[in-house]
Each structure stands twice: as structure tokens, then as C-alpha cells.
């Protein structure tokens, strides 16, 4: 009748054991976690792929970065107003010199007062500020008349040399070869010129110089 005392104390000395197995395992666990860890971030970063090394910079040349063909190019101030127009067979630009070439061109521009430029050669060349223009063969450059922001009457301009250099900012015409200047009617011809526009409107011819005035 005695006999389920020895059962029970077997029963809890089991349990005893598997309680004193689990707090050894509790202290260690926190270590086997970091362990853990830490092979899991060593598989991880062997998975990864190294980075690309940074290629080196590649020296500028004057092979041309970019071409556009049979192309037209308009340019509108903020209140939508058209300002300049580009067309050309095909310009290339050249990342050393910062300078874009244009075949068979064809530029025009509105002045403040809307007085209309237009500038065409088989070559144009323009800086990167689009403010100097290079015109070489066939160039012409025609100011169509208008008045100025005081009102005053601006008369008809044409230039027409097989070389022409054409500012912006300021106004002016440049050519070291033989031109024609054409003022209303009035023709006028030289080995070189100087033409500074705006309000000045001078120009300055050199060279063989001859002139053609209409009757007034």
C-alpha cells in the first residue's frame, strides 16, 4: 500500500534535473544569440558584392559630346514670348573648347522692341554662353529696321562677308576680311570692319573703302 511514495519523489527529481538543465541553458543563451548574429552579419557580408571602384576621370577631348541633326531649337522669355530661333543641318558640341559648331545655320533673334536679326552662314560657331558668334562662309547678318526704347527709327542693317564675328552683350560686328555694309540704300564696302550697335551705332571700315549712297 506504500508503493506510489518512491513514484512520486522519481517524478520530481526529473523535474529537478530538466529545471537546473534549463537555467545553465538561460545563461548561456544571450551568448549563442550574439554568436548568432554575428555569423549571420559574416554570411551576409560575404553575399554582398564588393563596390565598383570610382572610374577614373576621363581627360576632356574635342570629340564632340552630343550631335543634332536637321534640328530647330526656340527659345521663349517667361512671359512666352518667342526670343531665338536655330536651325541647322547638324551641330556638334566639343566638351574642351565649350563650343558648339553648326552647319548650314540659320539664327533669328528679337530685340526688346521685337526688331528682328537674323544671321545665316554654311558654319556657325558659338560659345557656350551663347553671346559670340563665329559666321564663316556665305555669312550674313540682317537687322530688319525698327525704333529704339526712345522711339527713334532704327534703318535696315545687312553685313555680308565670307567671315563675320557677331557679340551680343554689347552689340557689335567684327570681321578681318572683305565686307559689305548695306544702311537702307546705302552700300558701303572695306578690307575690314567694326560695328558697335546700340545706341552708338558706329561703325568703322578699313582698308580699301568704297561707298555707294543713294540720292537723298
Known sequence: MNTPAPVALQVKTHRGGMSRVWDQLSLYLPVLMMMLLA??????????????????????TNEPDFFMRRFSVKVFAPDGV????????EARHHPDTDLTVID?????????????????????????????YELKGDAVVVRQAGRNAAGARLPRMEFHGEFLRVSTDPERIES???????????QITADSLDYR?????????TGRVRARLAPR
Open 197 to 205: 550697335g546700340g545706341d552708338a551705332r558706329v561703325a568703322e571700315l
Open 104 to 132: 548650314t545655320a540659320r539664327i533669328r533673334t528679337f530685340s526688346a522692341q521685337r526688331q528682328l536679326s537674323t544671321a545665316t552662314a554654311r558654319e556657325i560657331v558659338s560659345n557656350g554662353e551663347g553671346t559670340v
Open 39 to 60: 555569423l549571420v552579419s559574416y554570411l551576409l557580408l560575404q553575399a554582398t558584392p564588393l563596390p565598383l571602384e570610382p572610374e577614373p576621370e576621363q581627360p576632356v
Open 82 to 89: 518667342l526670343q531665338t530661333e536655330v536651325y541647322g543641318a
Open 176 to 186: 578681318d576680311l572683305p565686307v559689305l555694309m548695306i544702311r537702307d540704300k546705302d
